[in-house]
């Protein structure tokens, strides 16, 4: 079993259930009984009904409200939300043109996960379709489709985009002057200073004591006992130590005098400053790069619903596995090679260090708001029921290889939007589409 992602979870129930209601539901010209409810616009073979238009009109109106967000007038909406179904119907009709199956352990793994995404049973999820008006078949013929829409786009999409070699650079080139400002010095200092109007006379004096605490450091003296006996500044009884502060805090002409420098070396020349001579010591660099991730170890048991073990009674077990390991009665680890369905399960469950994007996103959801050693509560994916357990957590840098991969991968997602708005555009175009008049 992989939980890698390969798909987008499903829509939430209320929007299956708009889109499975039997006036939602697209069925061929040739079969369409006359109704109350009529045809608004014919797309290729499929049909969008003033009903469908209706409830998908009520539930932006009710999304946006709950939101608190702004819609824009009644016919422009009306409008934009026809042009959603047309685009949806093109889409759905190419993808069911595509050649690709799905299996119905597919279809059922998904039914189940839109049931247990909004807090029901398979058995309650069915009793509520029959109270909507909704034939189970249909509903699930729905999902079907939405699956193999999701499938097909992802794979359409994916393959028109271009990164190029230029583009990564620059992407990393601007990822690096991000880090660079977050980088941080520790830095230490012997300060001897110059009273504001100074004479030539006290600038050379002054001037000569500073040199003579470089010409001894540089003679092998520490640093730290040259600073407590002759720097000027409040931090001589820590050795001159100023102490880290990321670079956008520090002055910047000390930060381009240390800049070049290794830890513990000392810039090889006085700075001069308006507070006076300066002798700076890079004590230590730290750079909080952009070019690194948060990286989780985490455990899990998975059980496979089935028709000996119902998907409630899966959910069961591994509350008890919970109970069981909280208390001590039983280790997560012996539970797991004893009862998980998977192939991790010789190693007690354990999935390795994986990065951000790795899981599919309600597995990654619930890992990623466990702390450390914490335990979720049972998690539906497509795969099963997990009882889920986080070990460690890490900042990992990344490599050259890497810093590639997470450049090419974020513009990917960067170019995706625009891509998708290109090929539903290109599919409408040749899709045929008849809008149709109220019937009078």
């Known amino acids: 079993m992989t939980l890698i992602r390969s798909w987008p979870r499903i829509a939430l129930l209320s929007l299956v259930l708009a889109s499975a209601h039997p006036a939602a539901t697209a069925q061929p010209r040739t079969s369409v009984p006359r109704t109350a409810d009529y045809i ?25 409200r709950r939101a608190n967000a702004p819609l824009p007038p009644a016919e422009e909406l009306r409008q934009q939300v026809l042009d959603t179904l047309i685009d949806e119907r093109v889409q759905i009709t190419y ?12 279809v059922e793994r998904a ?107 540089r003679r092998g003296e520490a640093f730290d006992v040259v600073a407590r006996e002759i720097s000027e500044d409040t931090n001589r009884a820590k050795g001159g130590e100023i102490g880290s502060r990321p670079a956008n805090r520090l ?30 010591k890079l004590i230590e660099r730290s750079d909080t790069s952009a070019l690194s991730i948060n990286q989780t170890r985490a455990r899990h048991i998975l059980l496979r619903p089935s028709a000996q073990l119902s998907q409630e009674a899966a959910a069961t077990r591994l509350v008890e596995f919970k109970r069981q390991i909280a208390g001590g009665a039983r280790s997560f680890e012996q539970l797991a090679r004893d009862n998980s369905e998977d192939g991790s399960a010789p190693q007690g469950g354990d999935l390795g260090w994986v990065s951000p994007g790795s ?36 900042k990992m840098a990344l490599d050259a290889k890497q810093q590639r991969d997470q450049a090419r991968a ?31």
Request: charged share 30%; aromatic share 6%.
């Open 40 to 64: 608004v616009a014919i797309v290729n073979q499929e049909l969008v009904t003033h009903g469908e238009l209706l409830l998908r009109l009520n539930q932006v109106r009710e999304n946006a």
């Open 95 to 106: 993808a069911r043109e595509s050649g690709q199956r799905l299996d119905d352990a597919e």
């Open 111 to 217: 039914v189940a996960n839109v049931a247990a995404q909004n807090q029901l049973t398979p058995a309650q999820l069915r009793e509520r379709l029959k109270r909507e008006g909704v034939d189970y078949v249909r509903f699930r013929n729905n999902v079907r489709d939405q699956l193999l829409l999701e499938r097909t786009r992802e794979r359409e999409v994916q393959a028109r985009i271009r990164v190029t070699d230029l583009e990564i650079e620059n992407w990393l080139d601007k990822q690096r002057a991000e880090a660079g400002a977050a980088t941080e010095y520790n830095i230490a200092q012997v300060l001897v200073t110059v009273p504001e109007g100074a004479s030539e006379g006290v600038l050379a004096e002054r001037r000569a004591r500073a040199e003579a605490a470089l010409a001894r450091i």
């Open 251 to 280: 002055p910047d002409i000390f930060v381009e005098a240390v800049r070049p420098l290794k830890g513990g070396e000392v810039s090889p020349s006085l700075l001069r400053s308006g507070a006076g001579f300066h002798v700076l």
């Open 359 to 394: 899981f599919v996103p309600e597995f990654e959801e619930a890992m990623n708001a466990l702390a450390i050693n914490g335990l979720s509560d049972p998690v539906v994916s497509r795969f099963g029921v997990h009882l889920i357990q986080v070990v460690e957590r890490r």
């Open 410 to 440: 974020a513009l990917r997602e960067q170019k995706f939007e625009e891509a998708y708005s290109e090929w539903v555009r290109e599919l409408r175009a040749r899709a045929y589409v008849e809008m149709r008049e109220p019937p009078q």
